[in-house]
């Protein structure tokens, strides 16, 4: 793995200001020429949501990448266009000219400083694994994907890359404790790609705790395809400890609580995301493991 | 006073959950009905903002109460036409069939259960004073008002009212350990009112602490208007507590702290609220003071 040319986006989602103020500090003291060969280009991945403050304008910008889309020039939407824009500019996708793409998300949820990966790609587990050694509270959550499969994700343009998720915070706000933890996290990426092309010796432990998708919840529902229960609050805020079952997992509006009522372990993520009321999507699962990462 | 109607509304912003949940769980369990002789109205205030999760369509429903604009014909946005339908509901304004309106809204700032209280209007103290002996964490910020001035507020409707203000909480979703502690000041608000009206006796302290409206800060800016120091993590979540002279605010992009450098302590609220980026606040400032509220 070689990597000559590196992006990173902030503001995929319009509303979440951690990464838009990132490349904002970054701009404003030329950080990213200290790592000058490494051709760090800084993007505001969506500028027009941003400006509105919304998480986009017609459709999820993060959700506008699959190869299909990218060639399909009868989709109106203004994010539509941007992917293209983008992946012009960065890509193209399956011919990248960028190497490695770090997108910056922020969520509602609970979930620290979050290194997202989707894929099996030992480059990106290694990535992962220097940044977790060097700042407390990261957790990596992995995804697998058919290894033929394409994804909708802005990072999927590049062979290499990862999404940064910070939280919780609001969307619209900036937070000064949250910002200083994704820029750490941010800044030690950067760090292990210009070790490795500096031919240094990096010490990893040979295994990395990850947490693997295994499916999402959706909150309880009325015959009208309402909400009925909301996130309990013992559950809200625990990203990543352990769900057991007869845990409570939903409170309902006539005031019953729902207990989790599944046998195996699981570690609950993304819990009361704002985003993915409207995804179905209550909170995800996943189970913990171990990966080799040599 | 004599009060023989209530009204309570929630989703005045629709991007604000937590009112719309205390209605859905009230309509639900038909909670309302116990008080009956209150005639206890509930209204989601913006229904299409709600349906979109944002604070509002084309104006801030919260700023279009003025008679003026009541009575303006004019004005084209949605907001406009809701602020005269509502208003036509549970008013009109200055002849008001509705006496007591309870507004609910929701904040990204670390304001506990706030009650806000524009004008000099001892009733409301009183309301007010009685949320705060059943309740802890509960802040009164009060909002002196010249007594000829009209305001703009939804609760401006009727001659008694205040603006139930809870956090923090993101937009866009509900927290059942907010939706809790906010349903216990509401159901408080409505029990002083039910008490009252059966001629109970309620003691309540002779003196109320108040913080009382003095400023709002605005964010340090660039010459171009952006936003060039975020609010300092010291300060982030201390809504309420004294800030001095010499304590942190700002962090700029840069990287250098601003202190605050005003002479008398003040009472910082509404820090980093996500509406107000807009509104050129940062945050408000407050002095501390005790009302006779006899």
């Not at 800084?42 to 506008?64: M, Q, T, W």
């Not at 790609?121 to 050694?133: G, H, L, W």
């Not at 706000?173 to 500096?198: G, N």
């Not at 409170?251 to 609580?257: I, K, S, V």
Request: hydrophobic share 35%; net charge negative; proline share 4%.
């Amino acid at each position: 793995v070689r990597i000559n040319s590196v992006a990173i986006i902030g503001g995929t989602h319009g509303n979440e200001y951690t990464g838009v103020y990132l490349l904002k500090r970054m701009k404003i003291n030329k950080i990213h020429e200290k790592w000058e060969k490494l051709n760090i280009e800084l993007i505001l991945g969506n500028p027009k949501a941003y400006e509105k403050c919304v998480r986009f304008i017609d459709y999820d910008l993060n959700r506008s990448f699959l190869i299909k889309d990218l060639n399909n020039f009868d989709l109106s939407g203004y994010e539509a266009d941007r992917a293209k824009v983008i992946n012009h500019k960065l890509g193209p996708k399956e011919a990248s000219e960028t190497d490695f793409i770090i997108d910056i998300h922020s969520t509602t949820a609970n979930m620290g400083v979050s290194i997202i990966l989707h894929g099996d790609n030992q480059y990106n587990f290694k990535v992962a694994s220097y940044i977790k050694e060097h700042l407390k509270n990261v957790f990596i959550y992995y995804v697998p994907e058919d290894s033929n499969a394409d994804y909708p994700f802005l990072n999927s343009i590049s062979p290499y890359g990862l999404t940064l998720e910070v939280g919780p915070i609001a969307n619209g706000i900036v937070r000064h404790d949250i910002l200083e933890k994704a820029e750490i996290a941010l800044y030690k990426t950067i760090e292990f790609m210009y070790l490795m092309e500096s031919k240094q010796m990096l010490e990893l432990p040979r295994q990395l705790e990850v947490f693997e998708h295994v499916k999402t919840v959706d909150f309880p529902r009325n015959s009208q395809g309402e909400i009925s229960a909301i996130i309990h609050k013992n559950l809200q805020d625990c990203d990543y400890p352990p769900l057991e079952k007869g845990m409570p997992i939903f409170y309902t509006l006539e005031g019953n609580t729902i207990n989790f009522d599944e046998n195996e372990t699981m570690y609950p993520i993304f819990i009361n995301e704002a985003a993915y009321y409207d995804k179905n999507i209550a909170f995800s699962l996943t189970k913990k493991v171990l990966r080799n990462i040599y």
